[in-house]
């Protein structure tokens, strides 16, 4: 499914030029690994670089005016840094296998002239196949709506040499505020943007809610935790349909790591929905999650998550832990770091104040969010402080290093 190899954010809140991994035209930094934690200060951006990913999962989804309002947002004013006349602006470095060439995705949201947000410039760029150096080709070059597409897989337009390899399209959206990915990666002929389109589509943005997770659903299997989490029961009963026994596995396994949980059984109801008891050490009598504390339910919901059938390719969560005890968070970040290891299948980005959380990483999965003088953020990979990498090589655990001050 793809995982991104570095992102650039430009002008959006507080992150008025920040980095993450590596770019087409910045070769200095390592690539984004499968599990990346943000960390720092309150106020130094940690919520807003999350809200940049659920813009553009908006952006794609819904238009970009509409994203700009969404999620109490505020309209492009709010969202764009304060004193800037340029537009918001995305990078993407992108692979889809750790064999083929990465693409390079970026956007640029401005106004039009009526004051609404607009897209400014869409381009997808991809070197040839097998082809290890020299610059990648356009296969997806847009302006206002305006531009061209290359048919295929392996086409484009050469910039520097004026060349055009494969078969041009000429495009004309009907609407600029929409993404022009969301329209072309809708057709075979495309194969390139149907991919990465499906790609961006199928982020998850966890906006985990206790509250919500309690409501009691309508019956009907679903796949996927939606953003709130309150179809942990028809995601229960999705997996359960595909495979009871695996299910029941799966079952067992989450058991062993919620606090004071014996077993967990799934019930069908007449209706024909499916909905999970759990029975509680020294009780006889199970209860439903509907009674679960909020840290327990968080938990189920976590591991649930790295359940995932088809296992969707960017999972981003906020704080995960709020409502827990110290003590299982450690447990939760291995966990999570060994579902998604040796993989181009997922890739998960958390935000946490936890150094219980941060001592299950290494130096390359961390990145520190600082605010400087000017009221911006910028942001370091733990790796590149001083000694940092060093001390972990001597068995001195990460978060305890942050915890005592020696970086961030």
Same mark, same amino acid.
């Given at each position: 499914m793809g995982r991104i190899a570095g992102i650039q954010i430009k002008n959006y809140g507080s992150l008025k030029n920040i980095k993450l991994g590596k770019l087409l035209?910045?070769?200095?930094?390592?690539?984004?690994?499968?599990?990346?934690?943000?960390?720092?200060?309150?106020?130094?951006?940690?919520?807003?670089?999350?809200?940049?990913?659920g813009f553009l999962a908006d952006c794609m989804e819904k238009g970009v005016e509409t994203a700009c309002d969404l999620n109490n947002r505020g309209g492009y004013e709010s969202i764009i840094s304060q004193g800037v006349n340029g537009s918001i602006e995305f990078e993407i470095y992108y692979r889809e296998t750790s064999?083929?060439?990465?693409?390079?995705?970026?956007?640029?949201?401005?106004?039009?002239?009526?004051?609404?947000?607009?897209?400014e410039k869409e381009r997808?760029?991809?070197?040839?196949?097998?082809?290890?150096?020299?610059?990648?080709?356009?296969?997806?070059? @847009?302006?206002?709506?305006?531009?061209?597409?290359?048919?295929?897989?392996?086409?484009?337009?050469?910039?520097?040499?004026?060349?055009?390899?494969?078969?041009?399209?000429?495009?004309?959206?009907?609407?600029?505020?929409?993404?022009?990915?969301?329209?072309?990666?809708?057709?075979?002929?495309?194969?390139?943007?149907v991919r990465f389109k499906n790609f961006l589509k199928n982020w998850?943005?966890?906006?985990?809610?206790?509250t919500a997770a309690r409501e009691i659903p309508n019956a009907g299997p679903q796949k996927y935790l939606n953003r709130l989490g309150n179809n942990v029961n028809n995601v229960a009963q999705y997996l359960y349909r595909e495979d009871p026994k695996d299910f029941m596995k799966v079952l067992k396994s989450i058991q062993t790591k919620l606090p004071g949980i014996q077993q967990i059984t799934p019930v069908k109801l007449q209706n024909g929905q499916l909905v999970l008891e759990f029975l509680e050490k020294g009780f006889?009598?199970?209860?439903?999650?509907q009674k679960m504390s909020d840290g327990t339910l968080k938990l189920f919901a976590y591991y649930l998550l790295l359940y995932e059938k088809d296992a969707r390719p960017l999972v981003f969560i906020e704080e995960p832990e709020n409502g827990l005890y110290h003590k299982y968070l450690s447990d939760l970040a291995a966990q999570m770091k060994n579902s998604i290891k040796n993989t181009y299948s997922k890739q998960l980005f958390i935000t946490t104040h936890s150094p219980f959380f941060v001592n299950a990483l290494s130096p390359e999965e961390v990145w520190v @969010?600082?605010?400087?003088?000017?009221?911006?953020?910028?942001?370091?990979?733990?790796?590149?402080?001083?000694?940092?990498?060093?001390?972990?090589?001597?068995?001195?655990e990460l978060g305890d290093l942050w915890y005592s001050n020696y970086f961030g």
């Open positions: 035209g910045d070769n200095s930094g390592r690539e984004l690994t499968n599990m990346n934690a943000i960390i720092g200060q309150s106020g130094t951006g940690k919520s807003t670089l999350a809200d940049a990913f064999n083929e060439p990465p693409i390079t995705y970026e956007l640029c949201i401005g106004l039009d002239k009526y004051e609404r947000p607009i897209v997808l760029r991809q070197r040839r196949a097998n082809e290890r150096y020299g610059r990648p080709m356009s296969f997806l070059y @847009l302006e206002y709506g305006k531009g061209y597409a290359f048919k295929g897989d392996n086409s484009g337009f050469v910039e520097e040499e004026n060349k055009e390899i494969g078969e041009k399209v000429d495009v004309e959206l009907a609407d600029p505020r929409q993404l022009g990915i969301v329209t072309l990666g809708e057709l075979r002929e495309h194969p390139r943007i998850y943005l966890c906006y985990f809610s206790p006889n009598r199970p209860f439903y999650s @969010l600082q605010k400087q003088e000017d009221g911006f953020s910028t942001i370091t990979r733990a790796s590149d402080f001083e000694y940092v990498k060093q001390l972990c090589e001597s068995e001195v």
